[in-house]
């Protein structure tokens, strides 16, 4: 079994920072590539930053000098680093691995944590 737990969301105004952080554990062998979604009400759930095990961080257009997302393989762990946050970034934030159980891949989800960006 593998979980996968978020924290750092909460209230922040417009211009503030924020970071999100993401622990994985379980009975994973590897994991590949972590990364950071968001989905706002009535929007599909998006792509924020991913980061694979090369450590080559890819962003959406929206997060690009702005967000930067970090990893810590030793201890399972990815960051999202939000800074000049923007009412728009408001969503729930959902971290995203990929793992290995045996010989198969597998994608997990955490369970989501709120970033609003309000004055």
């Known amino acids: 079994q593998v979980q996968v737990v978020e924290s750092g969301g909460g209230l922040v105004q417009p211009g503030g920072s924020l970071r999100l952080s993401c622990a994985a554990s379980?009975?994973?062998?590897?994991?590949?590539?972590m990364g950071w979604y968001r989905q706002a009400p009535g929007q599909e759930r998006q792509l924020v930053a991913t980061?694979?095990?090369?450590?080559?961080?890819n962003y959406a257009d929206s997060a690009k000098g702005r967000f930067t997302i970090s990893r810590d393989s030793a201890k399972n762990t990815v960051d999202l680093q939000m800074t000049s946050l923007k009412p728009e970034d408001t969503a729930v934030y959902y971290c995203?691995?990929?793992?290995?159980?045996?010989?198969?891949?597998?994608?997990?989800w955490g369970q989501g944590t709120q970033v609003t960006v309000s004055s």
């Open positions: 995203y691995i990929t793992a290995s159980v045996g010989t198969v891949r597998y994608g997990y």
């Open positions: 379980g009975n994973f062998r590897t994991i590949y590539n």
């Open positions: 980061i694979p095990s090369s450590f080559i961080a």
